[in-house]
């Protein structure tokens, strides 16, 4: 009988083991191995509560394993295998080192049963992801990181902040389904959409996932926003606000994607709309609503790391990752593969029938029908329409086909990207199909019964209906849905303005007001200085000042008479600066000292005398 | 080739919003399901809307310079 251990061990072991293996061959192949060991590790993890370890006298519970941890354990290990193909050509240790501890303590946060060890792991997530980030080493990715982890320690804080408060009034670190409303979970829920990337708390995944490497980025749209969908799932079911939040966020992200003109920031912003789809889903809170977001969260993870491979793969051949230097040089005849392979994730994304979009996102939208919620429902299909606009129609016609004036045509160097990055292209594509026609195999694996089934006649005429007639609509507006080479500012305006504006604070008003200050002070300290040398002549001083002041004054009374006068109170303060001190002078027969204390002896005596009598 | 695409594309469309006809839902939520060619017609507009909506939000608010943040 084989006995399993907590995932979260393993990854950490593959962490620690990459660094020291010689032979690169070795290396590809304990990249993976370890996430298939993994797999067959969940295999055997049987349901219920296990790995329970004592500390400081709570239950730490690094195995609650149910059908909920259990979908989200599968697509995380699967995405973690497919992510570590396509980084096989990856030369540097630590980017692998990062991505296996950054998987690890995911899997950690999926299996954890209790608030402690859910933080440490939310923190390792953060903590880890940011070197997936900064081995890109340009500038922009340096401080697209440090804007990152700052986001994300924030949120951990809050989120810290409010298991204390939890903890302190319930007693008990079990994590269990929190009931909304009271401080302590508002700071949780808080902590929890800050990585759900929910508006306004967004920003960080647009501004850091288009900066980080083209194979960390892979690992990146996977694990942080999902494993936020799954804890949302676990402790904010049924939260009203969550479902508004979510169908807001569906459009927020497409509305901005439509403006991107770089591609991979264009699939961030997209990543934000369809955890909106998840995040709706947690809200509404019923059976299907709960499923439909399990099974979309699945089937988002395989599709947007198809999109991001597909987009990693354009940017690694050709060095352009915007739509304006790529469009018109007819990159589909150099690079047809990749472009199959990313249209069937753009088609996954945008719910054509029969790929797995459509069996996980008509069921979140499905289940706001059957809630009777008529503007989420038109805000969720409201949302499909930009998706497939975007995804689908925009970004693969700006970056493998498009038009260019005459005067910028010019070719660039472009080939098929490397074999292991097809090959991880071509399984995860191949998931995104099998799990489209074979829904039975996902929806097996979903946390309540599922009795639905999209492939009705009604459901495929509609969707398509939809469908190409934004394709009509964007064969319209061709001309006008364009890209300019320009930013979109966001939400995190706020803090990278902010950030500017505190810096410029600092360097010149304060900087000024520190200068006078110190101006201000120099003069006092010189005058100090000056008459410390030699405290005796202080009353001298204090005298012939004032005498020569009362001169100035008199000054235009009496005229030239006081001229002389005020010559010698001049000389007199200077000599007087010139004379240093010279104890020689100040001696008397008996020293200050002694002298006092006689002073006051006496004065002792004659007080003491008064007494007695 | 562009050309048969062209035509396939039209002729799909129109069968699709023949078949809107007569295809509806078991159970319709809400009173615009029962329109027939509902979606075709949200698709549409709903495609223009978004574009226009997005455009005049970036040309009036957000978009700015490349190197607007440097």
């Not at chain 1, 900066?211 to 936020?228: D, E, H, N, P, R």
């Not at chain 1, 292991?420 to 097996?444: D, R």
Request: a positive charge.
């Amino acid at each position: 009988m084989i006995k399993p251990i907590p995932p979260v061990f393993l990854f950490i072991l593959g962490a620690l083991i990459i660094p020291f293996l010689r032979f690169r061959k070795l290396k590809q192949f304990f990249q993976i191995f370890i996430p298939i060991i993994a797999f067959i590790n969940l295999l055997y993890m049987p349901e219920g509560t296990y790995w329970i370890y004592k500390f400081i006298g709570y239950e730490l519970i690094l195995g609650r394993v149910d059908k909920l941890s259990m979908c989200f354990g599968y697509v995380f290990v699967i995405i973690a295998f497919l992510g570590m193909v396509y980084a096989l050509h990856v030369k540097e240790d630590g980017q692998h080192t990062a991505a296996f501890l950054y998987i690890g303590s995911t899997l950690g946060v999926t299996f954890a049963g209790d608030l402690f060890s859910l933080f440490i792991f939310w923190e390792v997530m953060a903590a880890s992801s940011v070197f997936l980030i900064w081995y890109q080493k340009d500038k922009a990715a340096l401080a697209a990181g440090f804007r990152y982890i700052l986001i994300h320690l924030f949120g951990g804080t809050l989120l810290l902040a409010g298991i204390i408060i939890y903890v302190a009034n319930t007693g008990s670190i079990r994590f269990d389904p929190l009931e909304y409303g009271n401080f302590a979970s508002q700071l949780i829920l808080l902590g929890f959409i800050i990585n759900a990337a929910v508006p306004p708390f967004h920003a960080w995944l647009s501004d850091s996932y288009p900066q980080a490497t083209i194979t960390g980025s892979v690992f990146l749209t996977a694990f942080t926003t999902k494993s936020a969908v799954y804890v949302l799932l676990r402790g904010f079911s049924g939260v009203e606000l969550l479902a508004w939040l979510g169908a807001i966020m569906a459009v927020y992200g497409v509305i901005y994607a439509i403006l991107e003109n770089d591609i991979r920031k264009l699939l961030a912003y997209h990543i934000i709309s369809q955890v909106g789809y998840m995040v709706c889903g947690v809200g509404l809170g019923s059976e299907m609503a709960s499923n439909g977001s399990t099974a979309h969260a699945f089937c988002h993870i395989l599709y947007k790391a198809l999109l991001f491979m597909g987009a990693g793969a354009v940017i690694y051949v050709t060095g352009q990752r915007k739509i304006t230097d790529l469009q018109g040089r007819n990159l589909y005849k150099k690079m047809p593969i990749c472009l199959s392979l990313y249209m069937i994730g753009a088609f996954s994304i945008s719910a054509v029938p029969p790929f797995n979009g459509f069996i996980s996102k008509s069921m979140v939208v499905a289940a706001a029908g059957e809630l009777h919620r008529p503007i989420i429902h038109i805000l969720l299909h409201l949302a499909s329409i930009g998706t497939f606009l975007s995804v689908a129609l925009k970004l693969p016609y700006g970056t493998w086909f498009g038009k260019v004036s005459k005067k910028d045509k010019y070719e660039i160097q472009a080939k098929e990207p490397p074999l292991n990055m097809l090959i991880a292209m071509g399984m995860t594509a191949f998931l995104c199909i099998f799990t489209g026609i074979y829904p039975k195999a996902l929806y097996n694996l979903l946390p309540y019964p599922v009795h639905y089934h999209p492939y009705t006649l009604y459901y495929i005429v509609a969707t398509m209906q939809l469908l190409l007639l934004t394709a009509a609509a964007f064969w319209l507006l061709i001309d006008k849905i364009g890209v300019k080479a320009t930013i979109s500012i966001d939400t995190d305006w706020f803090y990278r303005k902010a950030g500017k504006s505190f810096t410029w604070f600092c360097s010149h008003p304060l900087e000024q007001l520190r200068t006078r200050i110190k101006d201000a002070f120099t003069i006092e300290v010189d005058l100090i200085i000056g008459l410390a040398r030699n405290p005796f002549t202080v009353p001298k001083a204090l005298f012939w000042n004032f005498c020569l002041y009362s001169t100035k004054i008199l000054m235009p009374l009496f005229g030239s008479r006081l001229v002389e006068l005020k010559k010698e109170y001049e000389d007199r303060l200077t000599s007087l600066k010139a004379e240093g001190y010279d104890e020689n002078i100040y001696r008397t027969p008996i020293g200050w000292g002694i002298i006092l204390v006689l002073i006051s002896f006496l004065l002792w005596i004659i007080m003491n005398l008064h007494t007695v009598s | 080739m562009l050309k048969i695409l062209k035509y396939l594309f039209f002729t799909s469309i129109g069968i699709l919003v023949l078949l809107g006809f007569f295809v509806v839902p078991e159970h319709p939520h809400f009173f615009w399901e029962k329109i027939p060619a509902f979606d075709a017609i949200f698709g549409f507009l709903g495609c223009i809307v978004i574009v226009l909506i997005a455009k005049s939000l970036g040309h009036y608010l957000l978009e700015k310079d490349e190197d607007y943040y440097d």
